[in-house]
């Protein structure tokens, strides 16, 4: 459990130590950001998000879409409107951007999740020895775990794949690796 008061403290005790008028604001911006996290009851939320970040989960999303246009619309159906969040269109990732001077919520497609595959990859994760003849296989496995792994390399049908899962949103996936980049020739 995430002990906010110690953090506070601390930035507090920085803060005080601080002679950098730029340092002074960003500390009073870090100790915002804690007290807007407490005073909206959201502590147990940014708990599970940091433990995601330690767990190398897919990058947190706020909903999933079949179709652009179902996106489009619920995204600008919100009130107030979100200033920027991901969301997924299909499995595909997209930045969701209010824009004030249109009045809507604009969404474009970011290469978020082939830099989070890339990554994956280059980390050379250690499979886990689970291996399917199907896609079909993988997928009715990863779907009757009760808790899935946030993600998890599996074996479906010769090819690496990581089983993943975007627990905000309790959406379950299987995502093809790529090639990890080879090692740099560079002395």
Same mark, same amino acid.
């Given at each position: ?36 996290i ?26 999933? %879409?079949? &179709?652009? *246009? !179902? +996106? @489009? =619309?619920? $995204? #600008?159906?919100?009130?107030? /409107? ?11 990732y ?37 291996? %399917?003849? &199907?896609k *079909? !296989? +993988? @997928? =009715?496995? $990863? #779907?009757?775990?009760?808790? /899935? ?30 090639a990890?980049t ?6």
């Open positions: 459990m995430m002990h906010f008061f110690d953090k506070l403290e601390v930035l507090g005790r920085h803060y005080s130590e601080s002679t950098s008028e730029e340092e002074k604001q960003a500390f009073i911006f870090a100790m915002d950001a804690i007290y807007f407490l005073g909206t009851g959201q502590g147990t939320e940014f708990e599970a998000y940091v433990q995601s970040q330690e767990a190398s989960a897919p990058p947190l999303v706020i909903a999933r %879409f079949k &179709t652009r *246009e !179902e +996106a @489009e =619309a619920a $995204m #600008n159906a919100r009130k107030p /409107p979100i200033d920027s969040a991901r969301v997924l269109i299909g499995d595909d997209y930045s969701a951007m209010f824009v004030p001077a249109t009045g809507r919520t604009h969404l474009v497609r970011a290469e978020t999740l082939d830099f989070y595959l890339q990554a994956m990859a280059d980390e050379r994760l250690k499979p886990s020895g689970l291996s %399917f003849a &199907t *079909e !296989e +993988a @997928e =009715a496995w $990863m #779907n009757q775990q009760p808790t /899935p792994p946030q993600q998890v390399v599996i074996d479906v049908a010769g090819a690496p794949y990581l089983a993943a899962y975007h627990h905000r949103i309790d959406y379950r996936v299987l995502y093809p690796l790529p990890p080879p090692p740099s020739q560079e002395p």
